[in-house]
């Protein structure tokens, strides 16, 4: 009997677990200025502090692949995962007893003309913990609006 019970919990544990409802966010903005000139002036991983006017600290290590940032006196960290000279790319990690949504975001210069050139911010994440689509739409708005305003920021950086 007990081992039909506990059949049955675990099968509706898993029936209850909602599936993976994958994000993609995309925003982009225009620069007057060649990517290398924009990407020095905004793309240091800390420098998040001057364009989303959030406190940063690098935990562990030198700026590659695998630095940890602490944003907010670490309310968040955040892993540097990919990198190249115009871009990088990072995760936050799972939070014991928090939902975890598997965010990552990219963020990266590109050439447009020898003048010219394009940020491209990239957010991917989970929002199966939200209850309905207005709840995920809500997020998605909300985030998007965070960092179409910081794309703005970066801009503004960038072409002083």
């Known amino acids: 009997m007990r081992h039909l019970i506990t059949?049955?919990?675990?099968a509706f544990a898993a029936s209850?677990?909602?599936a993976p409802d994958y994000r993609t966010i995309v925003m982009e903005i225009e620069v007057n200025k060649p990517a290398a000139a924009v990407w020095d002036r905004v793309g240091h991983y800390c420098d998040i502090e001057r364009w989303l006017d959030v406190q940063c600290k690098i935990v562990t290590g030198d700026g590659g692949i695998g630095?940890?940032?602490?944003?907010d006196n670490g309310r968040v960290e955040e892993?540097?995962?990919a990198r190249t000279d115009l871009s990088y790319g990072y995760t936050q990690p799972v939070k014991e007893g928090a939902f975890y949504n598997l965010y990552h975001g990219f963020l990266e210069a590109q050439p447009i003309s020898s003048g010219r050139s394009k940020l491209v911010y990239t957010m991917?994440?989970?929002?199966s913990d939200?209850?309905?689509e207005a709840a995920k739409q809500?997020?998605?708005t909300q985030r998007r609006?965070?960092?179409e305003g910081a794309l703005k920021k970066m801009k503004q950086i960038a072409e002083q």
């Open 67 to 71: 630095t940890v940032r602490s944003l």
């Open 79 to 81: 892993i540097m995962i």
């Open 7 to 10: 059949v049955g919990l675990i």
């Open 16 to 18: 209850a677990a909602a």
């Open 145 to 147: 609006n965070r960092f």
């Open 130 to 132: 939200k209850a309905d």
């Open 138 to 140: 809500a997020v998605m």
């Open 124 to 127: 991917f994440y989970d929002a």
